[in-house]
């Protein structure tokens, strides 16, 4: 069992940044590959970026590659995503995921694990 907490979520206008985190606990952290989704209204769950288990492969789609950046630090048990030059368009919750021994996914259904969400909403 892996716990997921999401943070860093908020308002900020068009063209600024923020940073998510998610922290994990409970088992072997280098031991998943780790996704970033998100959910707007009345939309299905997007996929937004993973990072392989060791942190040398990411994957971005393509809507938010050159803006957004995927890390990881498995000795602090955390995932990051740092967001620039949001837009409007990319006002969702963020979900991070975990899915165990495996290499990088882009598909919600293959993840094990997630958190609970944190809001992102950027005002035009």
């Known amino acids: 069992q892996v716990q997921l907490v999401e943070s860093g979520g908020g308002l900020v206008q068009a063209g600024g940044s923020l940073r998510l985190s998610c922290a994990a606990s409970g088992r072997t952290f280098s031991n998943y590959a780790m996704g970033w989704f998100r959910q707007a209204p009345g939309k299905e769950r997007e996929f937004v970026a993973a990072?392989?288990?060791?942190?040398?492969?990411?994957y971005y789609a393509d809507s938010v590659k050159g803006r957004f950046t995927i890390s990881r630090d498995n000795a602090k048990n955390t995932v990051y995503l740092q967001m620039n030059s949001l837009k409007p368009e990319d006002t969702a919750v963020y979900y991070c995921a975990a899915d165990y021994l495996s290499a990088i996914d882009d598909n919600a259904k293959g993840y094990h694990y997630w958190g609970q969400g944190t809001q992102v909403t950027v005002s035009s």
């Open positions: 990072i392989s288990m060791s942190g040398r492969s990411t």
